[in-house]
């Protein structure tokens, strides 16, 4: 298993420098418990001094005021400069954050190929005309929002911090940007890049620290005007409360309790390895995870018994072993929330199948492991089926009907993303079209494409993240009305 040979000592970026703070906290490797690096915790004011060189870079500095074209090109250079570093930050990644190392090596990629599309797509000509009843010319144009507050989440450290980094800068904002606390480490090495690529002082600022301190004080600042924030829907009500205070524009990617439809007439085989794809990558810690699998009554069985054979074969380990399926909970504490899930759902008269345990043999001894977790024998009032519970848990549900499918489906606050399996291309668009989620999937499960929007319904969230629809989060519309025939209205009398 590859490890640090020393401990990283992790610094903030704030205008243009390196920051240290007299509070710090242990990064640790959750496969082992080992510390690989310390961090700093910043304080409220540190954050204000950031928010403040982000104010000073917009207001009165030259990015704003960029070509695209420029703004492309140093987008095209952190791109070219990551993907020579894929290996070394997919390391990190998992050492980190616990994830396999091919799951942390796809997301850098995918990392790589957010900063180019961005890249791209900000040359793209935009803007529109109107020809209005009236000798006046009307335009439309797109500008930056200004300081753009952004919170991102431990469970794809990397990738999350593109799909705003990236929009952000391309439109044009600077920006005041909070990695988790616990999963900090490509975030610095990402911020060694931009200096690398020459970005402005001010015009990228990142902020290591405690969410409750850096991310309220974002959240509230009224020289922020923009916050985008990825994270569970209790921490999301706080924030938009917190950016009530100057109406700052939100967006917001909440949590999910996704459903997965199966039908019978889907291929079995397909329908099980995308079921447990659903929940066990990442170890169920994907907010689109399909974390409730409702199979049709006639296949039930038979699904369940192939289901739970298969999740039994997963092997489950430190995520640089090359043999290991499925890696570590993030943390401890991650680790004993789910562990909790799981007590309840057996207290509250679910059946376990398999799984529902911590491992501690061999080399997950001192890690944070758990063992792949199915239930059956599930309704609608539990807490793990109502609840996101954020690891490899999933609860397989009857139904005998596409309406009763489609009820049970919707049955939840969250509205993230879903998926239905049929052989049947009618029936599959038919209910795919029903499910009130964000994120869909026929005869699939999980691809993301930097292309397309990803975002939910209800209480997953508010706007878009990826896509055109993300650049257009990170910028405002404005009017221009231009007369052609200049004279005086004669509106007043002389």
Request: aromatic letters at 8%.
């Amino acid at each position: 298993m590859t490890t640090l040979t020393t401990v990283m000592q992790l610094k903030s970026y704030i205008n243009g420098e390196w920051v240290e703070s007299q509070k710090t906290i242990d990064i640790i490797n959750p496969a082992n418990q080992e510390v690989i690096a310390v961090a700093p915790r910043m304080s409220k004011e540190q954050t204000e001094e950031a928010i403040q060189a982000a104010r000073e870079a917009f207001d009165q500095g030259e990015w704003a005021k960029t070509t695209t074209k420029e703004r492309s090109l140093i987008l095209h250079e952190i791109a070219n400069k990551l993907e020579k570093r894929i290996h070394e930050f997919a390391v990190y990644e998992t050492l980190d954050n616990g994830k396999l190392y091919a799951e942390a090596e796809a997301d850098i990629e995918d990392t790589v190929s957010c900063f180019r599309y961005y890249a791209g797509i900000i040359l793209h000509p935009d803007g529109e005309t109107y020809n209005v009843p009236d000798d006046v010319q009307a335009m439309v144009v797109k500008e930056p929002v200004g300081v753009a507050g952004l919170i991102v989440p431990w469970n794809f450290p990397l990738l999350m911090s593109a799909w705003k980094i990236a929009p952000a800068l391309a439109a044009g904002n600077t920006i005041v940007y909070k990695p988790a606390e616990i999963t900090p480490i490509t975030a610095y090495k990402l911020f060694e890049l931009f200096e690398e690529v020459g970005l402005p002082k001010g015009v990228a600022n990142m902020v290591l620290g405690q969410g409750s301190i850096i991310g309220q004080t974002i959240s509230e600042s009224h020289d922020v005007d923009m916050v985008s924030f990825t994270g569970s829907t209790d921490i999301g009500r706080g924030i938009m409360r917190a950016a009530a205070g100057n109406l700052k524009k939100i967006s917001l990617e909440l949590g999910g309790k996704s459903p997965n439809i199966v039908f019978a007439d889907a291929d079995l085989e397909v329908a099980v390895d995308y079921g447990l794809f659903g929940i066990f990558l990442g170890a169920g810690q994907v907010c689109s995870s399909g974390s409730r699998i409702l199979v049709q009554d006639t296949i039930f069985d038979a699904y369940v018994e192939r289901y739970v054979a298969r999740a039994e074969k997963i092997v489950v380990g430190p995520g640089m072993n090359k043999d290991t399926n499925m890696g570590a909970i993030v943390s401890e504490g991650q680790m004993n929330s789910i562990l909790g899930y799981i007590k309840k759902g057996i207290a509250e008269g679910a059946t376990l199948k398999t799984g529902g345990y911590r491992l501690m043999d061999h080399d997950r001894d001192k890690g944070f492991f758990i063992a792949p977790t199915v239930f059956t024998d599930v309704d609608q009032s539990m807490t793990i089926v109502r609840e996101e519970i954020f690891g490899p848990v999933v609860t397989i549900q009857k139904f005998s009907t596409e309406e009763e499918a489609v009820a049970l489906a919707n049955d939840t606050d969250f509205g993230l993303a879903g998926g239905v399996f049929s052989n049947d291309g009618a029936k599959a668009l038919r209910v795919i079209k029903q499910i009130r989620a964000g994120i869909t999937w026929v005869n699939d499960y999980h691809p993301t494409y930097v292309e397309a929007p990803w975002g939910g319904y209800k209480q997953s969230g508010i706007g878009r993240s990826l896509g055109k629809y993300s650049l257009e989060e990170f910028q405002e519309v404005k009017q221009i009305n231009i007369r052609l025939n200049v004279e005086p209205n004669g509106w007043f009398p002389q």
